[in-house]
């Protein structure tokens, strides 16, 4: 007789986020559908002011999707044509399509081989003596990456001495910190996404920006919606990008889990970590002074393919975050500017970073498949 095939546990499953909080949601879902009120109504205002505060800064401003979110804040900082943002390619492309939707031109810099984020020492090498052809460089868009802080410390220095803007993509790093204060405080403004996978996610499309800048948190409001002051008038120009009611009521629920929900992702690391100490492959490195919350737990394998098929013949799903760098993709290549590393140690992660399951709602008998397997590589 055949052994029974073990279900798969899939390397992300949003499904039971809902259901973990099923009962809270569709009461807070009927009630953003009575209202009658669809966009912009109590149920955005009260979630940006609660993120806000969660965050720990004195606004929010919620919008379609996180790649808006960082569009807005550049828009709303006059980032725009004949203008450089520096960025990363290891990243989702939503961070360098950001940087194009507003008509400004990305510089793509490489990345610190332990965190996968910017590498620093580039950052300050390019804001010193900037690559030339290049227009002026009028931002840095630093990628909190996998649910781990950049090494900030010489940046905000960097663009400080630039006077120019940090802005802090945090669409992996939802509750993440550094020296005990959380990511997305640190910069002029920061960018999260609620797409339905991250650790806030919605069940649908959202995305959502915060600062401290009240004049740009107003500014940015109306440009998110037509460049209205006033209704129907446009002070400046503008986009369609909005928040609707449903998710931001989602939102709220689910934003009162966020704490438990990344404590739960740490431990489940720190099984992982357990399992990894004889195993050929290390566990993920952790930044010092970094609260981690594990948005991705990393392997890094330069076997990646035997990694991937030993998991899958135990039943245990796996992802590439992200399997061809932005500089390397079909709509970039030999387009985009790169910094004067050239992206190389980009380029090698790409080829071995592999993803394996990590949410607060995997449960116990599924961690301990997961630490045996780990064990066994």
Not at 99 to 117: C, F, K, N, Q, S
Not at 167 to 172: F, H, I, L, S, T
Not at 326 to 348: I, M, N, W
Request: glycine letters at 10%; charged letters at 20%.
């Amino acid at each position: 007789m055949n052994a029974p095939t073990l279900a798969t546990i899939p390397q992300a499953d949003p499904g039971a986020g809902y259901r973990a909080q099923k009962a809270e949601i569709d009461a807070a879902v009927a009630r953003a559908l009575e209202s009658g009120w669809y966009i912009l109504g109590k149920e955005g205002a009260a979630f940006e002011n609660e993120f806000a505060a969660w965050l720990g800064l004195n606004r929010a401003v919620g919008c379609a999707n996180g790649t808006d979110a960082l569009a807005l804040i550049l828009r709303g900082l006059g980032i725009g044509p004949g203008m450089t943002v520096a960025t990363v390619s290891h990243t989702a492309v939503a961070t360098v399509a950001a940087v194009e939707m507003v008509g400004a031109t990305p510089l793509l810099l490489d990345i610190d081989h332990d965190t996968y984020t910017m590498d620093a020492d580039e950052l300050v090498s390019v804001l010193d003596d900037p690559p030339p052809g290049l227009p002026p460089i009028k931002a840095v868009i630093p990628v909190h990456i996998y649910g781990q802080a950049c090494d900030l410390g010489p940046m905000l220095e960097a663009t400080r001495a630039a006077g120019i803007p940090l802005v802090e993509d945090c669409a992996q790093a939802h509750g993440a910190a550094l020296d005990g204060r959380k990511l997305g405080t640190f910069g002029t403004a920061a960018a999260f996404s609620l797409y339905p996978t991250k650790n806030l996610g919605a069940l649908g499309d959202g995305g959502v920006l915060a600062t401290n800048d009240a004049e740009l948190a107003d500014r940015i409001g109306a440009i998110r919606q037509y460049g209205w002051v006033d209704r129907y008038i446009s002070a400046m120009v503008g986009v369609n990008s909005r928040l609707d009611e449903v998710q931001a009521a989602i939102l709220r629920v689910k934003l009162t889990a966020l704490d438990a929900g990344n404590a739960k992702r740490q431990a489940i690391a720190a099984a992982y970590d357990a399992a990894l100490a004889g195993a050929s492959i290390a566990a993920p490195y952790r930044r010092p002074g970094a609260g981690h919350v594990f948005h991705q737990y990393v392997l890094r394998c330069e076997n990646r393919a035997e990694v991937q098929a030993h998991f899958k013949a135990q039943g245990i799903g796996t992802g590439v975050h992200y399997p061809v760098p932005v500089h390397l993709q079909p709509a970039y290549k030999d387009r985009s500017p790169l910094g004067p590393a050239g992206c190389a140690e980009t380029a090698r992660a790409a080829e071995e970073v592999l993803s394996i399951p990590m949410y607060p709602e995997l449960s116990e008998a599924q961690v301990e498949r997961i630490c045996a397997a780990l064990q066994a590589l």
